[in-house]
């Protein structure tokens, strides 16, 4: 098919005829609603409209001349070396039918990857329609940042190399060095070598800095929230402009960053920062492309109907929450997520107290194979700092819990494999902790009397002078009735047990027991980052 027509005036016949012969090309690919999308100069394949208002984009706009190759229009792909498009040239390649690409096909779907991370959450819907668009300086930022991109997919990473783009290879490379931790010194020689090692031409960044100002294309960023370093409050939402704790009264800042040099001001040094990763953005980028978004769905479409337990959307519990929140389980793209958290020392000394807490996200969407991969992981915060958070942990929290309740009642999102958006869901359904963090985040101490947060002021402990500690009892109370272990005194703790076991309280019962008990947040002292419970507040 010829395509030399992109290059040429809007106004000439060639061009215009090359247009209605892309309509009726494209036209095959359409989705559900009868739309395509736009490579125009504007949209670059991120909006869908109607042929119509295609042909009119093309005309007006003209055709991007990045997109050499039509695979979101149902062209086959392939990405040919020998008419990729070269950065410094700006020529536009010249593809005939029938032409053997032969040995110089490069594999990697570059410009699909693009489309498909790039590509807005609703572009079904044309944001400001055809009298000005990308007219806010957002939007032509993101444009053009696209457009770069699209232009580094097809540039050869040297004149004559049939094997890498320019794109492609800095992927690749940077994808090593994060596996590998290598140091942003031992990347910087790295690319002077391959720089001096590649013909001449080479299109290939000189630093890590350059490298990493490529891929904040694909970042979805994350908030820096100051904190108090006792765990009081953040300095968020309506305090972000604060500078004192309005819990212990104590500065925001921990010390001042002075500057000599006349004419700069001097800078204040938080004494604690948080590092939140939006959730929202995170679950969308999982529908935006037809594999993963097919994969968010396989618990609906492979569940198991002969009794065997080999997903979560086969336990009780599963089954229970679809069953009292009918309509979430009616889309099944709707996100069952789990919440993991622990605190490890990033320093690998083991003489340093230093213990940071990330706060990590599973979706259970997906099959087993692939959801437990740490590729699927979302990392929702990091919590630094030099010691435990402790049950204030709750505070650091708070942005993740505003997003869920967000995602509860529904946010927009762009499926890949419909072409179309709906109203996406979520819901935080299992947390995933060893005992002590389990503490922390249920706010029930699992140490002392009532350590068992299962049985609660139930639990059966028996304090042992000589040891300094409890020890726990009762495990009787689990067998059957007429177990003969319930009536052997001299083996446990001289007496027949009889009891049956305790009843397990749902949610919405411990909720209501602790409607009028307030907990303290933690305070200057030490003590104060352990909560207080007192027993009897709770009703039997």
Same mark, same amino acid.
């Given at each position: ?39 125009? +100069?504007?949209? &670059? ?13 093309? #005309? ?37 039918? =029938? ?17 498909? &991370?790039? @590509? ?18 957002? /939007?032509?930022?993101? =444009? ?16 004559? @190399? ?11 490379? $940077? ?6 931790? %290598? ?22 960044? !000189?630093?890590?800095?350059?490298? +990493? ?18 765990? @009081? ?35 204040? !040094?938080?004494?604690? #920062? ?16 037809? +594999? ?35 309509? $979430? ?43 437990? !991969?740490?590729?699927?992981? &979302?990392?929702?915060?990091? *919590?630094?700092?030099? +010691? ?12 993740? #819990?505003? /997003?869920?309740? /967000?995602? %509860?009642? =529904? ?31 249920? =706010? %029930? ?24 500690? $409890? ?49 303290? *947040? ?19």
């Amino acid at each position: 098919m010829d395509k030399s027509w992109i290059t040429k005036a809007k106004w000439s016949r060639d061009y215009v005829n090359g247009v209605n012969n892309f309509i009726e090309f494209a036209g095959r690919s359409q989705n559900i609603s009868g739309k395509i999308l736009c490579p125009c +100069k504007s949209c &670059i394949n991120r909006y869908f409209h109607s042929k119509k208002d295609v042909k009119d984009h093309l #005309i007006s706009k003209g055709f991007f001349p990045g997109y050499v190759v039509w695979n979101r229009h149902g062209e086959e792909h392939c990405i040919i070396g020998e008419y990729a498009m070269n950065e410094a040239s700006r020529g536009t390649p010249k593809l005939n039918e =029938g032409e053997a690409p032969s040995e110089d096909i490069r594999t990697d779907d570059i410009d699909g990857l693009l489309r498909d &991370i790039l @590509c807005p959450n609703d572009p079904v819907q044309n944001p400001t329609m055809e009298q000005n668009e990308f007219n806010t300086n957002e /939007e032509n930022d993101h =444009g053009e940042k696209f457009a770069n991109l699209m232009q580094d997919a097809g540039a050869e990473l040297y004149p004559g @190399c049939k094997t890498f783009s320019k794109l492609s290879f800095i992927l690749k490379l $940077f994808r090593l060095k994060c596996l590998h931790s %290598w140091t942003a010194r031992s990347f910087d020689m790295l690319l002077e070598l391959l720089v001096d090692a590649f013909p001449k031409g080479v299109l290939l960044p !000189k630093s890590t800095y350059e490298v +990493k100002k490529i891929m904040k294309a694909f970042d979805l960023g994350y908030t820096k929230i100051d904190a108090y370093p006792n765990d @009081c409050m953040l300095f968020w939402k309506d305090r972000s402009d604060q500078n004192i704790c309005h819990i212990c009264g104590a500065s925001r800042w921990s010390s001042m960053m002075k500057n000599t040099s006349e004419g700069k001001r001097t800078r204040m !040094k938080s004494a604690k #920062i948080v590092r939140y990763f939006s959730l929202i953005p995170r679950l969308q980028r999982f529908f935006k492309t037809k +594999k993963s978004a097919e994969e968010m769905i396989w618990h609906f479409k492979h569940r198991n109907v002969v009794g065997l337990l080999r997903h979560l959307a086969d336990g009780e519990a599963w089954k229970a929450f679809d069953s009292q929140y009918s309509y $979430f389980a009616l889309d099944p793209r709707n996100v069952h997520l789990s919440l993991a958290s622990d605190g490890f020392n990033p320093f690998k000394i083991i003489s340093s107290t230093y213990s940071i807490w990330p706060v990590l996200l599973v979706p259970y969407n997906m099959p087993p194979w692939v959801g437990m !991969k740490h590729d699927s992981f &979302i990392l929702s915060t990091i *919590i630094p700092g030099e +010691k435990s958070p402790g049950n204030a942990i709750d505070i650091y929290l708070q942005p993740l #819990i505003q /997003e869920l309740c /967000e995602l %509860w009642h =529904g946010v927009q999102c762009y499926d890949a494999t419909s072409g179309q958006t709906f109203n996406m869901r979520a819901a935080l359904l299992w947390t995933i902790n060893d005992f002590p963090a389990y503490s922390m985040l249920s =706010g %029930w101490s699992t140490k002392g009397r009532f350590a068992c947060p299962c049985c609660a002021q139930n639990t059966e402990s028996l304090w042992l002078y000589k040891s300094k500690k $409890f020890s726990y009892m009762g495990h009787r109370r689990w067998l059957s009735d007429n177990h003969i272990l319930r009536r052997q005194k001299n083996y446990f703790d001289n007496t027949e047990e009889v009891r049956r076991e305790p009843k397990r309280r749902t949610g919405t019962e411990v909720l209501s027991q602790l409607h009028n008990i307030e907990f303290p *947040i933690a305070s200057l002292s030490k003590a104060g980052l352990k909560r207080g419970r007192a027993v009897q507040g709770i009703e039997g």
